[in-house]
């Protein structure tokens, strides 16, 4: 801060700095010491600051986020620093299946195969998983849109039936107000492909489509929203119960991830900046 001040106004002298900011001429040449020592106390400072608000970010999201905060820095540096304070994320790894596909309902083809979202509400994903919580398990379901990949609805609840996937698709249908012809894409477990929640799709004129079972990469960009939000929130809590894991998550989803967290896919860049920039360039 001292050091800036002084470059910014060379005419001022070491004293009047001193004075300025309350600190004696000793502390100041002793902390200018520092900085020769370790010319990368300043850059730790700046990581840690982005750490500390998105703490599952790898070395290359850092590296873009100092940069749009006007301190750009080599990522190979970055990665160094990083390794060396121990700052890289190493996530925790559980599982629980949450998908059935051991049932008599119908199941759609794969139509997603088709697909190149060219536009936000073109493609939408869906998927479920599981949150661990102090007495067990709750359940969580997501919408994903293909394109901006925003979370543009999402729902969790102590149960795993079809009233979960139904519940994120009544909250995504009217924030988007998708036209008829939207592809609803997911996995074939029951809860999707129950007749409960096929009529709603039909009823507002969203087509469904399937992956085949046991390929989660026919639904990549939601297996990869998935392993972000448990890598950067959820393996990182010890939730109290249902309500307390909907707070932290609701606040991740809705603040972190859709509007301020950079995306590799998106030119790293926030889902909504990237719909934003999106909608203006149609105007």
């Not at 001022?12 to 990368?40: A, I, N, T």
């Not at 070395?59 to 990665?79: C, D, I, Q, S």
């Not at 950067?232 to 010890?238: A, D, F, P």
Request: aromatic fraction near 10%; glycine fraction near 6%.
């Amino acid at each position: 801060m001292i050091e800036d001040a002084r470059s910014a106004h060379p005419e001022v002298s070491v004293r009047r700095l001193c004075e300025l900011h309350g600190v004696s001429r000793s502390w100041f040449y002793e902390q200018q010491g520092r900085e020769k020592m370790d010319p990368d106390r300043a850059l730790v400072g700046e990581i840690e600051a982005v750490v500390e608000e998105f703490s599952g970010y790898g070395y290359r999201r850092v590296t873009h986020e100092l940069a749009r905060r006007g301190r750009p820095a080599n990522h190979k540096r970055v990665l160094r620093v990083m390794r060396e304070r121990r700052l890289l994320c190493r996530p925790k790894r559980r599982y629980r299946a949450t998908t059935d596909s051991n049932h008599n309902e119908a199941r759609f083809p794969n139509l997603l195969r088709q697909v190149v979202p060219m536009r936000p509400d073109q493609v939408w994903q869906a998927d479920l998983t599981y949150v661990r919580v102090q007495q067990g398990f709750v359940y969580l379901a997501c919408v994903l849109d293909g394109f901006t990949r925003e979370v543009v609805g999402w729902s969790i609840s102590k149960f795993l039936d079809a009233d979960l996937p139904l519940t994120a698709l009544d909250n995504a249908r009217p924030a988007r107000c998708p036209a008829p012809g939207l592809l609803h894409h997911s996995d074939q477990g029951v809860q999707y492909a129950s007749r409960v929640y096929v009529d709603r799709l039909r009823s507002a004129g969203i087509t469904p489509s399937m992956f085949r079972t046991g390929n989660p990469y026919d639904n990549a960009k939601m297996e990869s929203f998935y392993k972000t939000l448990k890598t950067e929130e959820v393996n990182l809590q010890e939730y109290v119960d249902l309500d307390d894991a909907r707070r932290h998550i609701g606040s991740f989803i809705e603040d972190l991830y859709n509007r301020r967290r950079l995306h590799s896919r998106l030119g790293y860049v926030s889902p909504a900046e990237f719909a934003a920039r999106y909608t203006a360039a149609q105007m």
